[in-house]
């Protein structure tokens, strides 16, 4: 198999050196360069085309929701890992928006990071177990503020496959390909699980899938 190629983007020199130093020791895994702005990772990105960028949001030059956003949109293949002292909603939603697949918090345990790194590989989601537990204890009140009853219920079998499926990261085609459907059908299906889930996009429906802990 080959090594997973990694893009490592923090401003802070110690940060990247110890995350170096951590990833580098890892069998698969190999560092192919670091920046320590957002217009360098976004550029870097483009140049290297890593399998994966692990980005702290707070950069010079360029944040790193919109560097993720730069470097997706050029890439689409290359995964984003969010690696923040930041766990509220808000930012993972905007971290998601732009196209990151793995959100992790900067105190999270080293295994995180390396399941993380291998699950984007992937283009599956990851998720660290702090912000997983929060999203859920968040989707808990709104529930009971709402008084509202858990609207998973309404989804076919059908439907919770291919929720999963969404959730992981996995497009329309390859899940078409990999449930034996046309496109049409799963899009149909997708279309009709925001609907009764009350969703407006994919972002919104990997939260949906964290609170609920269906994904890591």
Known sequence: MDSIRILLADDHNVLRDGLRLLLERQPGFVVVGEAADGIAAVQMAADLKPDVVVTDIAMPTLNGIEATRRIVEKNPHTGVVILSMHYDESYVLRALKAGARGYLLKDSVKSDLLDAIQAVAKGRSFFSHKVSQILQEDYVRTLQRMNAEDSYDLLTDREREILH?????????EIATFLNLSVYTVDTHRGHILEKLNLHSVPELILYAVR???IA
């Open 165 to 173: 499926l969404v959730a992981e990261g996995r497009t329309s085609k």
């Open 212 to 214: 609920k802990q269906l």
